[in-house]
């Protein structure tokens, strides 16, 4: 479990501003400062998946309804709503009085445009969620009336999620600029809890308290974000009182056992409804990963339990449900083609599909693209390198920094193999469908990359999304399950556990189980 730790442990002995980082001066009780690994490209969810994103951005924008420690929605712009008997119809009401930052009011007409025109288009999930929605009627200033071709049971609960429905100020986006390329995703103006304040790339982004908020708190004056690189110093900065809290999607694996020991500081495991697997997209479109048998050979080359063990620390369980994590226990089932760890039925594998070793032993080359962001994936293209060179296929790794990366692996699929950390859930029909249907071969991150392609399985996907009644939708999406595992137009590492760390004196953390974390209700404690 100390795989590559050489370098984070001697970084322990370091001064923090030795480490990538000069901490800023905060006091408890007026503040909470939380640990990022780096800088978010964009602070806008509605037209990027990326979780920094979604984690700032949670704290400035809003969503129609969000969900308590129970996974129930409960109110946020939305005071309260209704479903039709058919579910067809659904009715928001909305608090009245809200304004945008810039105090322009809030109204209905923000959410239907901006659900419609930026996340719809741009997000991933969201195109899964809101494709029932016909359209989005707006009777008056504070009523939205969403009205759907079918029923679409998980669109309640996927109004929660910032990455999928975040609800953006049409006054400044519906300027006929594009979107992605708006100066407010650098700068945002929301009705959320913070209000932004600055942001230093390479340093810190600071928010301050919204004295507007429509709902209750937030407790703090001011949440500042601080850009900590360096893993061992992320785990000692929160040791020594320089952060407060380091979210699951920057939490050092290595660190976790050592953290558990501190005093004062709290290691808790967040249960996260979206059901997150460490995975990689393969490119099927050409090469020899174009042909299943080698995709399959090379998911029996690997051993998966080596990756979670050297990799991820052993904070997880190996996948074993395909395209679905067992964290998401409703539709996830092991009956589904399993890959075990056999080197040599993946040589035999490969020799029949008409790639045999050359003179050098080798086979063929792939590349292997990531974030450097993203800590686990570094440690798992090594183990990769060494896994396939016994079946004779080499690696080139390409890890690169997040917004290159993102462009090269989702705009442009310029890769062979490209890794991260991807959503099952809270439901296939927001989740995992953005990843395996046809209609998301598209040039958009945290769409189908792969190019991956099956009627059969679009109609199963499509039968879940539509069927209210549970037993039929679960068989729906396990029968896909099994339909893309033997396809393997993924490799499913391990389906993530989230471990988190914070100052054993704050209180609320570890409510909100959508994992994107708004801190409005996160209070100091004596």
């Known amino acids: 479990m100390k795989y590559l730790m050489g370098t984070a442990l001697r970084a322990l002995a370091l001064p923090l501003s030795l480490s990538g980082f000069v901490a800023l001066a905060h006091a408890q009780n007026d503040s909470i400062v939380v640990g990022l690994s780096g800088d978010p490209t964009i602070i806008n969810s509605g037209i990027t998946t990326e979780i920094s994103s979604s984690v700032v951005g949670a704290q400035i924008y809003s969503t129609i309804v969000r969900l308590d420690s129970a996974g129930d929605p409960i109110p946020s712009l939305a005071e309260s709503w209704s479903v039709s008997e058919d579910g067809l119809t659904y009715t928001f009401n909305f608090h009245e009085g809200i304004k945008w930052h810039d105090g322009t009011p809030f109204t209905s007409d923000d959410v239907a445009w901006s659900l419609l025109n930026i996340n719809k288009t741009y997000n991933g999930p969201a195109g899964g969620l809101l494709a029932a929605v016909d359209a989005i ?10 009205r759907l071709s079918r029923p679409y049971p998980p669109l309640l609960r996927g109004l929660a999620y910032f990455n999928s429905s975040t609800i953006l100020p049409r006054h400044v986006f519906d300027n006929g600029q594009d979107p992605r390329e708006n100066p407010a995703n650098l700068k945002p103006i929301g009705t959320g809890p913070f209000v932004f304040g600055e942001f230093r790339k390479g340093s810190h982004i600071t928010l301050n308290r919204y004295e507007d908020y429509h709902l209750e708190g937030p407790y703090v004056d001011r949440l500042i974000f601080q850009i900590i690189p360096n893993e061992a110093a992320r785990g000692l900065a929160l040791e020594t009182g320089e952060i407060d809290y380091i979210p699951y999607h920057v939490m050092p694996l290595g660190e976790v056992d050592r953290l558990e020991g501190a005093s004062d500081i709290t290691v808790a495991f967040q249960k996260r409804s979206i059901a997150g697997q460490y995975q990689a997209f393969l490119n099927t479109r050409e090469g020899p990963l174009a042909d299943t ?13 080596d990756l979670l ?9 190996v996948s074993d449900g395909g395209p679905f994590s067992s964290e998401l226990p409703i539709f996830y089932s092991a009956d589904v083609k399993q890959y075990s760890h056999d080197p040599d039925l993946a040589n035999q594998m490969l020799d029949d599909a008409g790639y045999p070793r050359g003179s050098d032993g080798k086979r063929f080359t792939l590349r292997i693209s990531y974030s450097l962001a993203e800590g686990p994936m570094q440690n798992v293209s090594r183990l990769l390198r060494s896994q396939f060179s016994a079946v004779g296929v080499d690696l080139v790794d390409e890890g690169m ?36 249907t046809c209609d998301r071969i598209q040039r958009i991150s945290g769409h189908n990359a792969s190019g991956y392609c099956d009627e059969k399985v679009d109609a199963l996907f499509e039968a879940g999304g539509r069927e209210l009644d549970d ?27 989230y471990p988190i760390a914070f100052r054993s004196n704050l209180e609320g953390i570890t409510e909100d189980i959508t994992g994107y974390g708004t801190l409005d209700r996160v209070r100091w404690v004596e």
């Open 309 to 317: 063990e050297k990799a991820g620390f052993g904070h997880g369980k």
């Open 401 to 436: 920094e997040t917004s290159a990366w993102r462009d090269r692996s989702f705009v442009q699929w310029d890769y062979d193999i490209t890794m991260g950390s991807y959503a099952s859930g809270p439901d296939p029909a927001i989740g995992a469908s953005a990843f395996f």
């Open 137 to 146: 009627d707006t009777p008056d200033e504070n009523t939205a009336v969403f």
């Open 293 to 305: 048998a080698v995709r399959q050979a090379l998911y029996f080359a690997m051993d998966r339990e």
């Open 471 to 497: 037993r039929k939708r679960i068989d729906f999406y396990r029968q896909a399950a099994t339909a893309i595992t033997e396809a393997v137009p993924h490799w499913w590492f391990w389906d993530r556990y």
